[in-house]
């Protein structure tokens, strides 16, 4: 299975951007389709955005729908999540995530087979 690293996260003040990246190895990483995921404090992980394997398709969770944009570099197995506009809220673990399949219910955790460690990113107000 493919191995996950992220970087990139921060503290940074609302209104701000970060680009979080995740490297992957250990794979071809241009069979597995990609997703990213935060965890709050207290709360569950939840999807945040999804790119299929050729990076034609993205999804997205709505509240982040134009502010985040997830994109793959296939050459240098890496994808990343582009992020803008940041609140509060976005305060969370993030984590990448790659599968391989149908690459249906990907808004879910269940086709996900391989998680990196995830970054921490926190949002001040």
């Known amino acids: 299975q493919v191995q996950l690293v992220e970087s990139g996260g921060g503290l940074v003040q609302a209104g701000g951007s970060l680009r979080l990246s995740c490297a992957a190895s250990?794979?071809?990483?241009?069979?597995?389709?990609m997703g990213w995921f935060r965890q709050a404090p207290g709360k569950e992980r939840e999807f945040v955005a999804h790119?299929?394997?050729?990076?034609?398709?993205?999804y997205y969770l709505e509240s982040v729908k134009g502010r985040f944009t997830i994109s793959r570099d296939n050459a240098v197995n890496t994808v990343y999540l582009q992020m803008l506009s940041l609140k509060p809220e976005d305060t969370a673990v993030y984590y990448c995530?790659?599968?391989?399949?149908?690459?249906?219910?990907?808004?879910?955790?269940?086709?996900?087979?391989?998680w990196g460690q995830g970054t921490q990113v926190t949002v001040s107000s």
């Open positions: 790119i299929t394997r050729s990076g034609s398709y993205t």
């Open positions: 250990g794979g071809t990483f241009s069979k597995y389709f």
């Open positions: 995530a790659a599968g391989y399949g149908s690459g249906g219910n990907y808004n879910t955790e269940r086709p996900y087979t391989s």
